[in-house]
């Protein structure tokens, strides 16, 4: 860090004392930020009285010097986050613990929110954090996927990245990939979008650590063993040649041995407790759940033998730790949760307290991974059906007993989860009592919804204000709304002002939102505007908006005006939205000109619009070209696209070509495009030859395209699988979708088997399908009684009878 800057963050930290953030990077301990010990604890020379265990010589590899770089920006003066993506114990934590050294001679803070939760702590702290700041997100799940929080942090997140201000600070976090993947995805059509601010935050920001150390690396490891260092020693000696070094180092065999060879009760609690973790139960687990739970993953000899204190023997059995403070269950003791003066905060070890514990990450993956098709059985939601309390917990497993159809436990679990005051249930009853004008009951619900981490229920509390006649608490709401990334609120109260007479009061609150950066409530004023007749107004409204910087609400008006036939005025305000930056203004006047036959003046906008990057102007022309019969100019056009350097044009130009019957020419250019980096092309080609008849060339191709994330590759691929006689191979791609987030592969699967006349085969499919949550629409829809099983299954699998 420059002189300057070094003398900058000592001014902060003599501002800030005692009350800043965290503590100096120089004094935080590896293992108080969880870096897994790798032997048993040492007294240091030096240090009396302590006694620490110890860690290994570190071995950089190739992502350490990413990481950095990106420390050395940091301290340059430039915000950063780095998200490490890598399974349980691979050394992501001592990669971040290492990289940040570099920050203590600087003068740096860290600062690892933990109590009293992990996501509270993170919400409430970040307005807090200070410039030269390392913001520890060690499993970064207990904050980026708090059912609750995680969409705030990732925005308190992303604000605290953004703004020059509060700069530098250098966020560093870890994730597990199976999360990742969850975080990332997007959703399905119909379904909501939970972490969409999550995906946001993450896009372009991880950094993989690989599963095993490369040649390069246990070179390395090698000499460091040579100069003395015994735990690095050992750790080759025992895993040397698979290269998983960090997971010998954390414990990671030990923790597997103890499980797969440990007593029957052990492994039962175990089983019970990786079930729990997979279906969405928080990490710390009430030991008489977990002690009821395992009964059924008892089998009846083991069962027979157990003695009267079998408990806490498995107990014992599982909290003895096998490196430094790991163990496979380790007992924890929660802070409590409220410090004010008129309470007494909660004593955690009262008598009617029940012991909590925590699973071992590692085998909590390893559960992941290798319990995620099966049911757990009728102990497991009795038990928690009685012992868990945690709202959250209660509806996570009460939705996915629904998914695994399992009906009746469902119901019981979320009737439990609305007793104990489940957002999701607030939310649902307070807008029956909305539809009834029931105020203050919709109010009292809104608001206990909010005040539990629900964002989405206060601009729902703003609309139940303004409805109930009180337009300044409405619009003090709908701000914090709005802050919070939720502008429903603004826009409805805006509406709400102009339909009860108020115009100048609508437009004034929607003014200040675009001012605030927020244009969706201007945009409702002029569709509203334009569908009451009232033109002028409309788009003198949507000019306000473009000079408030939101020229889309332009482009919207125009699309409103072009379905009424004003054809003049759409053109009109398509170019004032083009002109104020809007691309999408670009596409629609392309596609308006070719309607009014200015068939070179559509080109020639369609080419503008591929230019700000908005190809979808020259897809969608060129098939309007098509369909009139001008093959010719389709064609042209796409070239023009393509010579001006837009090489997805290169994947219409081959649609159309296929389309045209020209599946040589076709294939040509899906393969250019696949060699310029469009990977799906890959998955036009493999169609193309498997229609040719090419099986080999075809299988080739799809794996191609699956390997580089294509998941519909996947469904071609199963299918072709299962018509080559290969129903393992078939199977097993189709549980590959489904576990990347496409469930419908296992249903076209079921679909193929069944028209086969391999009813056996599909059935069986079937119900794998339903114990693993992906309930097959070949089977039945989820929301319609099956014909076989009306009422749900039990947890084994047989139809449940007839319940009230």
């Known amino acids: 860090m420059p002189d300057e800057q070094t003398q900058r963050a000592a001014a902060r930290r003599d501002v800030l004392g005692a009350a800043r953030l965290g503590q100096p990077v120089a004094r935080c301990s590896p293992l108080d930020l969880e870096v897994h010990p790798a032997g048993s604890p040492t007294r240091y020379a030096g240090s009396p009285g302590v006694r620490e265990a110890p860690l290994p010589g570190y071995v950089a590899r190739d992502h350490d010097w990413v990481l950095a770089k990106v420390v050395s920006e940091a301290a340059e003066g ?54 030269c700041t390392v913001v520890w997100l060690n499993e970064a799940q207990h904050y980026l996927g708090d059912p609750q929080l995680g969409e705030q942090i990732a925005a308190g997140l992303h604000g605290l990245l953004t703004d020059v201000g509060r700069g530098p600070v250098l966020i560093v976090a870890t994730l597990w990939p199976e999360l990742v993947q969850q975080y990332t995805a997007l959703p399905q059509p119909g379904e909501g979008d939970p972490h969409s601010r999550v995906r946001e935050l993450l896009a372009a920001r991880m950094l993989s650590v690989p599963e095993a150390f490369d040649d390069a690396a246990l070179r390395a ?80 000899v083991d069962y027979a033998q157990l003695g009267d204190s079998w408990v806490e023997s498995a107990f014992a059995e599982l909290t003895r730790p096998v490196h430094g403070k790991q ?19 909660a004593n955690p070890l009262a008598a009617n307290t029940p012991a909590l514990f925590q699973l071992a990450d590692y085998l909590e993956q390893h559960g992941r991974a290798t319990r995620r098709r099966l049911c757990p059985p009728a102990s497991f939601w009795a038990a928690a059906g009685q012992h868990l309390s945690r709202p959250d917990d209660l509806d996570a497993l009460a939705r996915a007993a629904r998914a695994r159809y399992r009906l ?22 307070a807008a029956r009592c909305e539809q009834a004008a029931d105020w203050a009951q919709a109010k009292a619900l809104y608001r206990r919804a909010a005040d539990a981490g629900k964002a989405r229920a206060w601009p729902l ?52 939102a675009a001012d605030a950066g927020h244009g969706q409530p201007l945009q409702r004023l002029t569709a509203l505007r334009h569908t009451l007749g009232q033109h002028e107004d409309a788009e003198a409204t949507a000019l306000l908006a473009a000079d408030h910087g939101h020229p889309h609400v332009l482009t919207v008006l125009g699309e409103l005006r072009e379905v009424s036939g004003d054809l003049a005025s759409a053109q009109a305000l398509y170019r004032q939205a083009a002109e104020a930056g809007h691309s999408y203004a670009l596409v629609c006047l392309a596609m308006l000109r070719e309607e009014l036959h200015d068939l070179d003046g559509a080109d020639d906008l369609a080419l503008q619009a591929t230019a700000a990057w908005n190809p979808r102007a020259v897809a969608l022309l060129s098939g309007l070209h098509t369909e009139a019969g001008r093959q010719d100019r389709a064609e042209a056009l796409c070239h023009r696209a393509i010579a001006a350097g837009h090489s997805q044009v290169l994947l219409v130009l081959a649609g159309l070509r296929q389309r045209a019957g020209d599946l040589g020419g076709a294939e040509a250019l899906y393969r250019q495009a696949a060699e310029a980096g469009h990977r799906q092309a890959l998955l036009s080609v493999a169609r193309l030859r498997e229609k040719a008849g090419d099986t080999p060339s075809a299988e080739t191709l799809y794996r ?72 097959p629409r070949a089977d039945f829809r989820r929301n319609s009684p099956h014909p076989r099983f009306p009422h749900g299954l039990d947890p084994d699998g047989t139809p449940t009878p007839p319940w009230p």
């Open 408 to 429: 009746r436990w469902a119901e019981h679990l979320a009737r439990r989860a609305a007793e104990a005051g489940q957002v999701r249930s607030l939310l649902v009853h």
């Open 78 to 131: 430039r915000s950063h986050m780095v998200v490490l993506v890598g399974s349980s114990s691979t050394g992501k934590t001592r990669a971040c613990w290492e990289a940040v050294q570099a920050l203590a001679e600087p003068g740096w803070w860290l600062w690892h929110p933990f109590a009293p939760g992990r996501a509270e702590a993170a919400l409430a702290g970040l307005p807090a954090v200070p410039p």
């Open 704 to 775: 191609a395209a699956a390997d580089s994330g294509d998941i519909s590759a996947l469904t071609a691929l199963s299918a072709l699988r299962e018509r080559a006689g290969d129903p393992a191979d078939a199977e097993a791609l189709a549980w590959q979708a489904a576990d990347a987030g496409a469930p419908h592969v296992l249903s076209r699967l079921v679909a193929i088997r069944r028209r086969a006349g391999r009813r056996q085969d599909a059935d069986i499919l079937a119900a794998q399908a339903i114990d693993a949550g992906y309930t």
């Open 461 to 512: 509390l703003a609309e139940v204000h303004e409805q109930a006649g009180e337009p300044r608490i409405a619009e003090n709401l709908a701000w914090q709304a709005a802050a919070a990334g939720h502008v429903r609120g603004l826009a409805r109260i805006a509406v709400l002002r102009e339909e009860t007479g108020d115009p100048a009061g609508a437009q004034a609150l929607a003014l200040r």
């Open 221 to 300: 490891a090698a000499v460091l063993a040579k100069e003395g260092d015994v735990l690095l020693a050992g750790a080759l000696t025992r895993a040397g040649t698979s290269g998983r070094i960090a997971q010998d180092l954390a414990g990671a065999p030990e923790l597997l041995r103890r499980y797969r060879h440990g007593s029957p009760a052990a492994a039962a609690l175990l089983n019970a407790a990786m079930d729990a973790r997979r279906l969405g139960v928080g990490p710390h687990l009430p030991q008489p759940f977990l002690a009821e739970a395992c009964v059924d993953y008892l089998e009846d």
């Open 327 to 345: 163990a496979p269950l380790c007992r924890i003791t929660p802070r409590p949760r409220h410090r004010s003066p008129t309470s007494a905060p």
